[in-house]
């Protein structure tokens, strides 16, 4: 094993500068979560506690094994839209009696917790994640079903999330539903289809009517309990398994479920004992410039998130603007593709053909750690086939069938968003740093093309173009690009699982790595390594 040796000094101005913005930036984050963290406001938050009932985040701190992590998803879902930022429901993984389970709350105090288009996607991605790592589901239900107003969006896509949660129990993974309030119409179905379900008494309402729509209807007179209470699912319709006293008990009994389902992992064991990185996570705050244009030497990220800090290089005097190699992480063994100078070159993409493939061959989970501006453009480049050189990268990467993760550490523009695994790619897991920005190029290039675009399009047409006109048109443009290029705004739109200080990755990925071992880990088979 090769140690990784570093060339970071915490005493210079440039590592200072790098700190104190990577802390502003960290501390922005804080700022941001904090809106998901305060559902729907201090006013509903309130309502619904003096109603004697625990808030979402409260029931999953509840649910899970005391001083267990909870890795959110989608945290920030719906950020730089009208929705509620965190979109009514908490997606994450959380250990319930030893089981690393995904668990799916409503969120009762955002507009009743009924579902918008930004619900509906992070769900289905929360049951994606849940199949991809074959977690079992624990559904914390109390919704106002469809929102009504964003009805057009969510009616017709919003039925395979039924759907999702048979198939999950065709393919053997509990699923559980603890249904805390209201659970109408479409609702009702989660805990139709779930294989277990609790209900607490005098709070759950489960019909596929309530009693307005039923006069209207049928012309009978009925009520809550009589039509959707949990005595009655319990006594007499059978949808209910288990009688919960309180939302307490409901939580109790969700944890004996999972205690019974003789839940085994599948997938690869880690290492008993392994050593922490030799050096300090901290140290990645003043690692990372500010400005994206600015190289950085990934090693030394590297090695301040795998154990001992020690990685073993493959192909190191090639290509060498793609670091290639083996490390281990939490115990778990790893294969790493780390961008360092930004550009990917015909060599690069080779490169990363190969160790995709050798990953593959050995079962061997991939760590794409992202800041590329793409694949090299130009003459020379062309002639010498960047093209097919960048197509068995993203071939390679496609047909990888071991467990990718994508963390985007800097840039991550154009095909080399793709090549590097990027979300279209279905990487296990995805995350961005607090600085990360994705998009089809970096914002002055794209405005600079158009602008060249502009140009000729005048020229065409015989008309002078009007370069002080333009200018306006362009600034406004390389402004718009820079803001959706932003980490909170594609983690808005659900394009990565969420945003992270990146001192945390480390953590981050260990629980990634962990649950990525509930389902078995296996390579592509059919060819040997292809030596590109
Ligand atoms: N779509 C959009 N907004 C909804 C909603 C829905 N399905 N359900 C509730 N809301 C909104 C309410 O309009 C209210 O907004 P406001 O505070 O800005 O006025 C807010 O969510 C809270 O609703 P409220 O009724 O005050 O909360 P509650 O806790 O007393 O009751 C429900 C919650 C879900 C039981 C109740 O709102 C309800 O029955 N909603 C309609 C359910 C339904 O029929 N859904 C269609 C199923 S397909």
Excluded at 129 to 148: C, F, K, Q
Aim: with cysteine; aromatic share 8%; proline share 5%.
């Amino acid at each position: 094993m090769s140690s990784v040796r570093t060339a970071v000094d915490p005493t210079t101005g440039a590592y200072a500068e790098n700190r104190e913005a990577a802390l502003a930036r960290v501390a922005d984050l804080a700022e941001q979560h904090a809106k998901a963290l305060a559902g729907g406001g201090e006013k509903y938050v309130a309502r619904h506690h003096g109603r004697g009932k625990l808030t979402a985040r409260e029931r999953i701190e509840l649910l899970v094994d005391q001083d267990s992590p909870f890795l959110e998803l989608g945290a920030l879902a719906g950020w730089g839209t009208d929705f509620t930022v965190g979109g009514s429901i908490i997606t994450g993984i959380g250990v319930v009696e030893g089981v690393e389970c995904m668990i799916i709350a409503n969120d009762p105090t955002v507009k009743g917790g009924s579902s918008n288009p930004v619900t509906v996607k992070k769900g289905f991605r929360a049951a994606q994640v849940a199949a991809e790592n074959r977690l079992p589901t624990i559904n914390l239900v109390e919704s106002g079903g469809a929102d009504l107003p964003t009805q057009k969006d969510i009616f017709i896509p919003g039925g395979a999330s039924f759907r999702n949660i048979t198939q999950a129990s065709e393919d053997r993974r509990p699923t559980v539903a603890l249904v805390f309030g209201n659970s109408t119409a479409g609702g009702a179905y989660v805990p139709g289809m779930s294989d277990y379900v609790v209900m607490v008494d005098g709070g759950a309402k489960v019909f596929l009517g309530g009693p307005p729509l039923v006069k209207m209807a049928t012309g009978e007179e009925s009520d809550d309990e009589s039509l959707g209470g949990a005595q009655m699912h319990a006594k007499q319709s059978g949808l209910a398994d288990y009688l919960a006293v309180d939302e307490r008990d409901a939580i109790r009994l969700g944890r004996q479920i999972i205690r019974r389902i003789n839940w085994r992992k599948a997938g690869p064991v880690p290492v008993s004992s392994y050593a922490e990185p030799v050096l300090d996570p901290e140290e990645l705050l003043g690692i990372v410039p500010t400005d994206l244009k600015v190289p950085f030497d990934p090693r030394e990220v590297i090695a301040r998130l795998v154990d001992g800090s020690e990685f073993d290089e493959f192909k190191p005097l090639y290509g060498q603007s793609l670091v290639t190699g083996f490390a281990q992480l939490h115990g778990y063994p790893i294969g790493i593709l780390a961008n360092a100078q930004g550009v990917l070159f015909s060599q690069e993409a080779q490169k990363a053909a190969q160790f995709i493939q050798l990953a593959n061959q050995t079962d061997t989970p991939l760590l794409f750690l992202h800041n590329t501006t793409g694949y090299m453009v130009g003459a020379e480049y062309e002639q010498g086939g960047i093209i097919k050189h960048g197509a068995q990268m993203i071939n390679a990467v496609s047909n990888s069938k071991v467990p990718h993760i994508s963390i985007v550490m800097g840039a991550s523009y154009g095909a080399g968003h793709y090549g590097m695994s990027g979300r279209a790619y279905d990487p296990r897991f995805m995350f961005s740093w607090t600085g990360a920005k994705s998009a089809v190029m970096g914002p002055a290039q794209l405005a600079g093309v158009m602008e060249i675009v502009a140009r000729q399009s005048s020229e065409s047409k015989g008309i002078a173009f009007d370069a002080e006109g333009f200018q306006g048109i362009k600034d406004l443009v390389e402004a718009q690009i820079e803001e959706q290029s932003l980490a909170y705004f594609t983690s808005g739109l659900g394009y990565d699982d969420g945003v992270i200080d990146p001192r945390d990755t480390r953590t981050i990925l260990g629980i990634c790595l962990s649950t990525i071992a509930n389902a078995p880990v296996e390579g592509a088979r059919g060819y040997g390594v292809f030596r590109l």
